[in-house]
């Protein structure tokens, strides 16, 4: 295991800026994973840190030395691509045993070490197989399998999982944390996926525009987003937004929408100095933080308003029913049969001590 230090990492291309003074700190046996839209530098960071990529400045340090100047194969990682990168024409077996043969391994030790990691991903029965003969979950068992048998100081997967569908993305999910809890090696993880982060993650660093937007938990990322960018990104479906209206009247402190209707100001929110009268902001409330009147409404959250709803999409355990508030449109998880069809009006729950307000200005989260 190692620990991973970043300090100022630069990288560009031509004139694309793709990494802008990236610093960072990966702690021995955490399981980190990068996130972003595409093209926000996530996977340009990763493959700087494996040497695939020339940093045009900073320094990147494993276990205490910093890399810069190494090759790939000289910094002691395995790496999990997307694409699989197998042999085409040598069996499973001497796949996952490649790069202890090129480190001149002795065979009893090669044979122990694939069949331990064979073993631990459940293809001990493959091992004579050829990448042609296997399925899109079993060829990434075998990349991972080649770098298990590394003992590697560093493993990094970029978007393994991206080729797969939705059912095998689930059950390799489980399989990849499973291993890091079995084995503790340091390891970073990229993809576009939220819902990946927010599963293997024991930290989330979510990259936009070639900066580090917030790093922490996944759940402080959740709960506690700095930014609407954060806030936008995290959740599914994502959180609504919608433009207000403070309004402080006979010590009352509402938010005021177009239409006439306002709900209160959260409570730990109404005495804030940021909620001056007649200043607009930005409203942000999660699909499950809104419920109808009598359903689940979480106790004291008793703002609520009226709305039609437009479009209804169950999805057999849920319902996301979508309906306007100043043209704005917004979406409200339910029970599976709260709302039938279209046009039903229903009378929504607000959990306010659940919505976050957001300085237009600056983008940033009001908490304070």
Same mark, same amino acid.
């Given at each position: 295991?190692?620990?991973?230090? !970043? ?50 400045? *900073? ?9 810069? &100047? ?18 085409? #024409? ?16 002795? &065979? ?21 197989? #050829? ?8 060829? =990434?068992?075998?990349? !991972? ?62 990259? /936009? ?38 309004? /402080? ?6 938010? =005021? ?51 039609? !709803? ?9 319902? #996301?029913?979508?309906?306007?508030? &100043? ?15 279209? *046009? ?19 983008? /940033?989260?009001?908490?304070?």
């Amino acid at each position: 295991m190692a620990q991973l230090t !970043i300090r100022g990492l630069q990288k560009f291309y031509g004139n694309v800026h793709a990494l802008k003074g990236i610093d960072l700190d990966i702690a021995e046996g955490e399981f980190c994973v990068f996130v972003g839209p595409s093209g926000c530098g996530k996977s340009t960071l990763l493959r700087t840190i494996a040497g695939l990529e020339e940093a045009n400045g *900073g320094t990147v340090e494993i276990g205490g030395s910093v890399v810069n &100047d190494l090759r790939p194969r000289d910094r002691n990682i395995a790496m999990v691509f997307q694409n699989y990168a197998l042999y085409p #024409y040598l069996s499973v077996f001497e796949n996952i045993a490649f790069g202890l043969r090129a480190r001149k391994v002795a &065979d009893a030790e090669i044979r122990k070490n694939v069949a331990q990691a064979a073993d631990m991903l459940g293809i001990s029965a493959l091992l004579e197989r #050829y990448p042609r003969q296997l399925s899109g979950g079993q060829r =990434q068992r075998v990349a !991972i399998g080649r770098a298990i048998v590394r003992d590697a100081q560093l493993f990094l997967f970029d978007e393994p999982l991206s080729n797969l569908d939705a059912q095998l993305r689930d059950g390799m999910r489980a399989e990849i944390k499973r291993l890091h809890q079995e084995i503790g090696k340091t390891t970073i993880y990229v993809t576009h996926d939220q819902i990946e982060a927010m599963t293997l993650a024991e930290r989330i660093v979510l990259l /936009r525009d070639g900066v580090i937007e917030q790093q922490g938990s996944p759940l402080d990322l959740f709960e506690r987003p700095a930014t609407r960018f954060v806030a936008g990104f995290l959740g599914s479906p994502q959180m609504n937004f919608i433009g207000c209206r403070v309004s /402080r009247k006979d010590e009352r402190t509402r938010l =005021q929408f177009d239409d006439g209707r306002s709900l209160p100001a959260p409570d730990r929110l109404a005495p804030s100095q940021h909620l001056t009268d007649g200043r607009t902001l930005v409203m942000g409330v999660r699909p499950e933080h809104m419920s109808r009147s009598g359903e689940g409404s979480t106790p004291g959250a008793s703002a609520s308003l009226k709305v039609m !709803i437009d479009l209804v999409q169950p999805t057999g355990t849920r319902t #996301y029913a979508q309906f306007r508030l &100043d043209d704005t449109e917004m979406t409200v998880e339910l029970p599976a049969h709260a709302v039938e069809r279209p *046009g039903t009006e229903v009378d929504l729950v607000f959990d306010m001590s659940r919505i976050i307000l957001i300085d237009p200005e600056t983008d /940033r989260v009001i908490y304070d």
